[in-house]
């Protein structure tokens, strides 16, 4: 038995706008991480590179400056009052710093020199935390990678007075009479304020966006599903009527040709079957109701009258006509349980007719009384089926024509590239042409001569017609110039 997940609606809608919305979900939860994280590196490195390029900026002014073309170049080397940077000797002292880095961190320690053994390519990473004692909550409350680089042979008059603080590089300088020269480190800060906007105005947009998305998935998944099954449930109502009595109801096929149409046909088929079987099963008990009251009540009479008056009753004439009856109700109970059964495809046995029928017609010779029985058989005629039934079906044919027949019966067998040919033939009344189809019904009656109280079940053209078709065949009334002609066509094996 299937455990069913208890969190999980029974309902097949409700199911379906639930998986959908969990599956979308996931989908846009996945692509909102994804995507914040493939904007967040391309944002982080677009800042690395203009940080990269704005501290080159920085160290190629003092290289200019350096040159004899003074401090100007220190003037426009920072082109932003926000960033944050710091120049310091080999000996660890500030040269000058952002204003902004103390008022950030009241307790801001110097960053280090490069080492000494780089060269003036060299481009350092490293990291620096700024704390804002009494405001932890800021933003700028946060570590930040810091780019160095190195400047060498930097004259005194562009470096002293030491400690200053400013916007830029060159704030505070003040003439100086030494005439050393410095080898500074230039350390500048990655400002992530810029991909900080930009990721907050993503995560601002999709946390609108993404819900937004899974209501509509999740409706649209509702209404496909309602949509989708509403043939499901005009199927469900239908079958829901159908009853014994209503085995002719039908249920509803789409036109959409999907596997819900597919599904309406099969159901379809499967009541045909249905109705098939129940009106099998009513005709047989039909059948055998009206078929077997006769001989039963027959049976009855006779032997309740043989014994009220059991010293005048012919006893031996008794137990003739008992069993005459017997074997009639055993005749008429075999052809309605052949005829009750489903329809099987015949066993593929080789057979040959040529057999079949010289052994039935040597059988009728052997019988005492009635008309005389013979054959004219053209060669082998080989087909595939069931011998006891090919059997039966020549014997009913063959019954048929003796009941009827005033003098003679004929069998006649050939056979062509494709099938083999039967013929039974008898010199009685004869079957009109307005009811040869009429007389392979089940219980015909054509007229006196012809009725099943003359030894008949009433069933024997009905069964020889189903084991005919069970055979892939036909069986025919055709025209004739005296009596009944019976044609029998049998593919060959």
Partial sequence: MTRRLKWWPVSVRRGTALAAALLSLLVFGLGWLGIREFVRVQLTAHEHSSTRAQLQRIAEAYRVAALGSGRTALTTAIHSGDALFEVVTDTGETVVRANTLRKLDPAWKPLPPAPADVGPDWIGTGTATLRPGSHPHWREYREYTVLSTV??????DLVEPLGREGSTVDTGLAPTTSAGSYRLTVHLFVLPWDSLRTLK????????????????SALAAWFAAGR??????????ELAEVSERQLDRRVPVPGSGDEIARLAGTTNETLDRLQAAHLRQQRFVADAS???????????????????????????????????????LQRITADLLQLAVDPAPAPSTVVDLADVVAEQVAELALSSGGPQVTSTVDGPALVRGEPVQLERLLRNLLDNAVRHAHTTVTVHLSR?????VLEVLDDGPGIPAADRERVFDRFARLDDARATDAGGSGLGLTLARDIARRHGGTLV?????????????????
């Fill in 151 to 156: 400047v060498e042979n930097i004259p005194a």
């Fill in 201 to 216: 105005l993503f995560d601002n947009a999709l946390f609108f966006f993404t819900p937004l998305a899974v209501l509509l």
């Fill in 228 to 237: 989708a099954l509403r043939p499901v449930e005009a199927i469900r109502r």
């Fill in 290 to 328: 009206h078929e077997l009251r006769s001989p039963l009540a027959g049976l009855r009479t006779g032997l309740e009258v043989a014994l009220t008056h059991p010293d005048r009753a012919d006893w031996p004439a008794v137990a003739h006509r008992s069993l005459q009856e017997v074997q009639r």
């Fill in 416 to 420: 062509s590239a494709t099938e083999a």
């Fill in 477 to 493: 009334v055709a025209d004739s110039d005296t009596g009944a002609r019976l044609i029998a066509r049998l593919p060959v094996g």
